[in-house]
């Protein structure tokens, strides 16, 4: 339930949901999700396949329920499984051979320790997480502004860095949430770019209150396993989380800002020439907007200008607000400012202002004026009008009141070019432009509150521009996605209803009481933040590290303990595995919270070496595999899987970080899929084909569809045509300088990482041998025999 749906309809489906509200304090003893991570020991009974704390609670638990485990999976399963789920890539032959013939006792932890420590890992388990940070590298519709976030990849490249380092997940959660902080405090620019875990998600047309919610929302389900979101127009319906914990936490991020000048993440190489063209290139069109504001500046005080307003200043002088801006409009002037100036006209009038004296006692006149009328009134009013211009209306001989604003616009405007403060009469004149309670008072800069549409169009677009140089161009310094601390933080208000106009009664910025007691006091540290971020990385609280266990867990077993990864609350049932849930997430914060610790513990373990094939008893007694009593087949997600196609070719780019890139159009990119761009607005039909995650909100876990079209485009797709044609070519190449059983065997080791037996390569060579007989000229036999292997279950699935 997120922001992102219409609110009516959000409230009235919460509302249908359940006759009562739960209240704080409702469940918290007794659910199992809310109670302390203890420490566990170990079973009374620890069975000799155990290899660790792990298996000895879950086999404790098969035990119970009389369930076998599988046998346990050869080394080549295992190579295959390891490297897809560390990496996301296929291991090299050559690697898995040597791992499947190691005499070590200690291979499979050799084998584990440098996937480990590979910089593949850290692209692969990135991506993991972007799934939780909804991450984009644009904004989705906000009508003319540049949709591109300018340094979304810094982010992305932050993860990758973050994973490899094994920065510990506390402060991972800690960097994500109040980067600022740690930053500042630490000398430690880097961690800028962790804050676009909060920055990057849909702008919802920059809609505030919207945006806050995407972010409580990515916070709390992506970091807690609660949907506080669903607090937003009431108290939550099940779990104990009322509405004014939702607007606590609505006030933390409304006292955050997004500064349009982000922090450098370093000193960027100012001697190279690719940042020396990028300043170049960013001045130029800088001087482009800053030439536009001042031309529009000049002229809003030239004569001729300053006359249009002038006369629609004197004829609407009786005139509504609307009918001034509508005439305005027509005669294409600034409609905010022709209503300032008739206003301003209108008040120095009543204040006597020596220089409007003469400009409101002609203008009661008849229209033209009678001469001599005119001539006793500028008489009678001498002492009382600015010199300059009651002598400038006398020597222009005014008969009309046109006459008399063309004496104002030219003497005003001419004022403007004289030197300040010189002459006390001219310099009276010029403060009419130039001060501040000026209709043309303002800086050139600050002109675009009053430019009419096209204008502020044009401004628009070039602002466009710039901004897509400074996220595109080649030189341009990273820097990162934050957010700062108001200098004045807000006291939050519940909106009633949800409607930001019904303003309730106002609430502390603090923690939810579910998870931080009736004790709790108010953040006081800036906008909160920081105390927020610290409560969620903290040993104390019993959801981060279950909720985060959960993941990894899910991530190599393809499916989760608790079924809801981001929805731990009380509608939640207990896993069957909840002693190995705890296990797990007990160690993995008394071991400083290091996720390669959490991952070698579990790849470690007899259930993840476990093989895909289930004994008959557990297939009758788990037929839904929630004890684990077998390793689920798991098909590769369109990352690993397009990686796959490139690796398997020898044709992927392994270069890490930078800009993200075009990975489905021709020519292809040799990029890794992790460095792909994201466009949440118009997401790609072939990435959600493959079940990419939805980059509008928090995807606790993927779809895994079964549908033609990824049939079809392994038929057909031209990227898996031309990784076929690239590998068929070597095969026939491998065919005639030494034999067609040699292809065969290559492309098996290539592609499928293991020896064909006797029977593949005879299927192999006489699949050739057809395809030679019925060719058409189009494809090779060697192209079409590399496409069937690159399209087969076993290329596509990790055992």
Not at 424 to 441: A, N, W, Y
Request: hydrophobic share 35%; glycine share 6%.
């Amino acid at each position: 339930m997120n922001g992102h749906l219409p609110l009516l309809a959000l409230s009235l489906f919460c509302l249908a949901l359940a006759p009562a509200h739960a209240q704080p304090g409702d469940a918290e003893p007794d659910h199992w999700a809310f109670r302390p991570v203890r420490p566990l020991g170990l079973p009374s009974e620890i069975r000799p396949t155990a290899e660790n704390a792990v298996d000895a609670w879950h086999q404790d638990r098969l035990a119970g329920d009389d369930l076998p485990m599988a046998g346990r999976a050869s080394r080549r399963v295992l190579a295959r499984r390891l490297a897809f789920h560390l990496h996301g890539l296929p291991p090299a032959f050559a690697d898995v051979e040597a791992f499947a013939v190691d005499p070590s006792p200690n291979a499979y932890g050799r084998h584990l320790d440098r996937l480990l420590a590979s910089p593949r890992y850290g692209e692969r388990w990135a991506r993991h997480w972007m799934d939780v940070a909804r991450y984009a590298d644009n904004k989705g519709y906000v009508f003319q502004e540049e949709r591109r976030y300018p340094y979304a990849y810094t982010y992305r490249d932050w993860l990758v860095s973050a994973f490899n380092a094994d920065l510990p997940f506390d402060d991972f959660i800690v960097q994500q949430l109040a980067g600022d902080h740690v930053a500042q405090s630490s000398d430690a620019p880097h961690a800028y770019a962790a804050m676009g875990f909060l920055t990057l998600g849909r702008r919802f047309l920059n809609r505030q209150p919207d945006i806050i919610d995407d972010r409580i929302d990515v916070v709390t389900r992506g970091m807690l396993g609660l949907t506080v979101a669903c607090a937003r127009c009431h108290d939550h319906k099940f779990d104990p989380i009322p509405i004014e914990d939702y607007y606590s936490l609505y006030g933390v991020f409304a006292s955050s800002y997004e500064p349009d000048e982000k922090p450098l993440l370093g000193q960027p190489d100012t001697a190279s020439p690719a940042y020396q063209d990028f300043i170049r290139e960013s001045e130029e069109r800088q001087a482009k907007i800053d030439e536009f504001f001042r031309v529009r500046h000049e002229k809003l005080r030239s004569a001729s200008v300053l006359q249009a307003y002038f006369k629609l200043a004197h004829e609407g002088r009786e005139w509504d607000k609307p009918a001034i801006e509508s005439r305005a409009q027509r005669e294409k002037l600034y409609q905010k400012t022709a209503v300032q100036w008739r206003d301003r006209i209108s008040k120095l009038g009543e204040e006597n202002h020596p220089a409007f004296t003469p400009w409101h006692a002609l203008a009661a006149l008849p229209d033209p004026f009678p001469a001599e009328t005119r001539d006793r009134v500028l008489e009678e009013i001498r002492q009382k009008s600015h010199p300059a211009l009651w002598k400038a209306i006398g020597d222009a001989d005014a008969k009309s009141m046109n006459d008399v604003i063309e004496v104002y616009a030219r003497e005003i405007a001419a004022a403007n070019h004289s030197e300040p403060h010189a002459d006390p009469d001219r310099e009276s004149l010029r403060q009419l432009l130039v001060s501040r309670d000026s209709p043309t008072g303002l800086q050139p800069e600050q002109l675009y509150r009053i430019f009419n549409t096209p204008d502020q169009e044009a401004v628009r677009r070039l602002r466009r521009e710039l901004k897509k140089h400074q996220a595109m161009a080649p030189g341009a310094p990273p820097r990162g996605m934050v957010m700062l601390d108001r200098d004045r933080p807000v006291d939050p208000h519940v909106f009633v209803r949800g409607n930001p106009r019904s303003r309730g009664k106002q609430v502390p910025r603090q923690y939810l009481q579910v998870l931080a007691g009736t004790d709790r006091q108010p953040f006081e540290k800036g906008s909160g933040r920081y105390e927020l971020a610290q409560a969620i990385a903290s040993t104390d609280n019993p959801l981060t590290a279950r909720v985060f266990v959960n993941r990894v867990w899910m991530h190599f077993f393809g499916q989760p303990m608790v079924t809801s990864p981001s929805d731990f609350g009380v509608r939640t049932e207990a896993p069957k595995l909840l002693h190995v849930l705890d296990q797990l997430a007990g160690d993995f914060m008394r071991h400083g919270w290091s996720v390669k610790r959490l991952h070698r513990e579990i790849l470690h373990s007899a259930v993840y070496r476990q093989a895909s094939l289930a004994q008959p008893a557990a297939l009758t007694g788990d037929p839904e595999n929630r004890a684990f009593t077998r390793m689920r087949r798991q098909r590769l997600g369109f990352e690993a899987m397009r990686d796959s196609l490139l690796a398997s070719s020898n044709t992927l780019d392994l270069q890490t970080g930078g800009q993200p890139v075009d990975i489905l159009s021709e020519p292809f990119s040799r990029r890794r899929s992790l460095y792909g761009f994201i466009d949440r607005q118009n997401l790609p039909g072939t990435f959600r084909t493959f079940d990419l995650a939805s980059p509008d909100a928090h995807t606790p876990r993927r779809l895994e569809t079964m549908v033609p079209q990824q049939a079809l485009y392994m038929m057909n797709g031209p990227l898996v045509d031309s990784r076929a044609k690239h590998v068929g070519a070597h095969a026939a190449t491998l065919s005639n300088t030494r034999s067609p059983r040699e292809a065969v065997r290559d492309l098996y080791r290539r592609l499928l990482v293991r020896e064909p037996d006797e029977e593949e390569i005879s299927l192999g060579i006489a699949f050739v041998q057809t395809e030679k007989s019925q060719s058409d000229g189009g494809t090779s036999p060697w192209q079409a025999y590399a496409h069937a292997l690159l399209s087969s279950n076993e290329f596509l699935f990790i055992d």
